[in-house]
């Protein structure tokens, strides 16, 4: 989600906002890095941090700090773990030669259901993933990071399911987001039974109703215009009108800004 720079005339740092072009770039110098050997293990040594920290500043003249590239990093990793987790997933059925997925809607709304980041890969892809796989590939990885490639020529042959473990300790709040998806889901499910004249519309005017009845979001703010931005998808509409208390709409918005900070 795009929005100016500001930067004082005193030259404080800018405040970190990430377009596709950021993105693109801030990629292209951690797959530099890593080429160059600056990223033995998982992450980038001090030399490598600020190669990147000085040629961002350099190619777009933005002056971001290794903090802000920090947090950057660790948001797409994580991005890049949902992603190889979603295309591993045989119920996805991805399709790497056509670039998509074959799972049906129901398919779609019980893996949201269970994993609520891949929502941002409901219609497109995670961007630079050629890139991204080089970067990870080689590292001490995880089974959560490896990359999915070298997952498959392991695994070749092998008809073991990749089933990923619930994470234990789920706290109140999780439980009750869990509780609400399971009646989205459910309701969903009614809906595509029913005849054209019954089926609920989850318009973009509705939910943006909803969000100003919030009181914990400020009119204007960044988490207010990124809401605005998924509305234009009917799966979040659906998903924002289906959690009806303002808590957990809220703690799944936050969730969601979390692991997709930029839609462009």
């Known amino acids: 989600m795009a929005s100016e720079q500001r930067i004082s005339d005193r030259g404080r740092k800018a405040k970190a906002t990430w377009t596709h072009a950021f993105h693109k770039i801030f990629v292209e110098l951690c797959l530099e890095q890593t080429l160059k050997g600056n990223r033995p293990g998982t992450h980038f040594t001090r030399e490598g941090w600020r190669n990147i920290v000085e040629s961002f500043h350099r190619k777009l003249g933005v002056r971001y700090d290794k903090k802000q590239l920090k947090n950057h990093w660790d948001v797409t990793k994580e991005q890049w773990k949902i992603w190889c987790k979603l295309i591993e997933t045989r119920s996805m059925k991805w399709d790497p030669t056509t670039q998509k997925f074959g799972a049906s809607i129901e398919d779609w709304a019980n893996y949201i259901q269970e994993n609520p980041g891949a929502a941002q890969f409901r219609f497109k892809e995670l961007p630079f993933t050629k890139e991204l796989e080089t ?109 009806k208390k303002p808590s957990v709409r809220m703690a799944w918005l936050q969730r969601l800004k979390s692991v997709c900070p930029t839609l462009h």
Request: net charge negative; with cysteine.
């Open 135 to 243: 970067i990870f590939d080689g590292t001490a990885v995880s089974e959560e990071t490896e990359p999915p490639t070298r997952r498959r020529k392991k695994n070749d042959g092998l008809a073991t399911p990749i089933l990923a473990m619930k994470k234990q300790g789920f706290n109140k709040l999780d439980r009750e987001i869990e509780r609400h998806l399971d009646a989205a889901v459910e309701s969903r499910s009614v809906v595509t039974v029913q005849s054209a004249e019954c089926k609920q519309n989850y318009s973009i005017g509705e939910c943006i109703e909803c969000l100003d009845r919030m009181e914990e979001v400020e009119e204007g703010s960044e988490l207010y215009l990124f809401a605005l931005d998924i509305f234009l998808k009917k799966e979040h509409r659906e998903i924002f009108l289906q959690l």
